[in-house]
């Protein structure tokens, strides 16, 4: 499967606690973007990287939250002292491109839930 | 900046009848792509269809057709022939076409529209 892997699928996390949060994207791809879902909403954007920079973090929240994304492996996103407020399903997607008519391919996401 | 509204939270739909959800959007741009993506259970992001703005033309793909009206900025689909596996939420998703500019092509998402399809 040349799709983009996300891990873990499902994430617990007590209060206080880091979640480390990985995707590999698509082969070929430098392009990230990380969405997150809270319950019974739709994505948002958090944060867009191509490799080795953070392009556009406006919609990661300044504290606790960061992201990057290597020149080797995967793009990690990590929650520091984690609160019940994260919990939600995170998505990463991957684009061959930036800005063009190309699709972003999403992973399945990760659950994270925090008790 | 750019703003999806789904105003429908539940749909429901008979098995092979035709089901339409609708989408409205806020821009100011005069390019940019329209997606609508499918959310089973399985919380998988499949993307069904999409639109450039560009093109007069309406998308489809099989039994799923969008209908785009740029000066309304609505961009409705319509589900032809609804099958049980269609069962999902939905989202309507805008991506600006700002080659240079500092949208990076990230996506907009509505709010989603739950659809069940009953047997």
């Known amino acids: 499967n040349a799709g983009v892997m996300q891990n873990p699928r499902h994430l617990v996390r007590r209060r206080g606690q880091e979640a480390r949060l990985r995707c590999s994207p698509v082969k070929g791809h430098s392009h990230v973007y990380w969405y997150r879902q809270l319950p019974e909403e739709g994505l948002k954007f958090m944060v867009y990287?191509?490799?080795?920079?953070?392009?556009?973090e406006s919609g990661m929240p300044k504290e606790r939250f960061s992201a990057e994304f290597p020149k080797e492996g995967p793009s990690i996103l990590r929650i520091q002292q984690v609160v019940r407020g994260d919990s939600a399903a995170y998505f990463c997607?991957?684009?061959?491109?930036?800005?063009?008519?190309?699709?972003?391919?999403f992973g399945d996401g990760t659950r994270l839930s925090i008790l | 900046a750019q703003t999806v509204t789904q105003s429908q939270p539940e749909m429901s739909v008979q098995e092979a009848e035709t089901v339409t959800l609708s989408c409205t959007y806020d821009?100011?741009?005069?390019?940019?792509?329209l997606f609508w993506y499918k959310q089973p259970p399985s919380r998988q992001m499949i993307l069904v269809i999409r639109q450039e703005a560009y093109k007069q033309q309406n998308a489809t793909e099989n039994r799923f057709s969008v209908n785009f009206q740029k000066a309304a900025k609505s961009f409705s689909l319509k589900i032809s022939d609804s099958q049980l596996g269609d069962a999902a939420m939905y989202f309507c998703?805008?991506?600006?076409?700002?080659?240079?500019?500092?949208?990076?092509?990230?996506?907009?998402f509505g709010q989603g529209t739950i659809l069940t399809v009953h047997p």
């Open positions: 990287l191509q490799k080795e920079n953070i392009i556009d």
């Open positions: 998703a805008y991506r600006s076409d700002d080659a240079g500019g500092t949208s990076y092509g990230k996506l907009t």
């Open positions: 997607a991957s684009s061959a491109r930036g800005f063009s008519n190309q699709p972003q391919h």
């Open positions: 821009t100011s741009e005069s390019d940019y792509y």
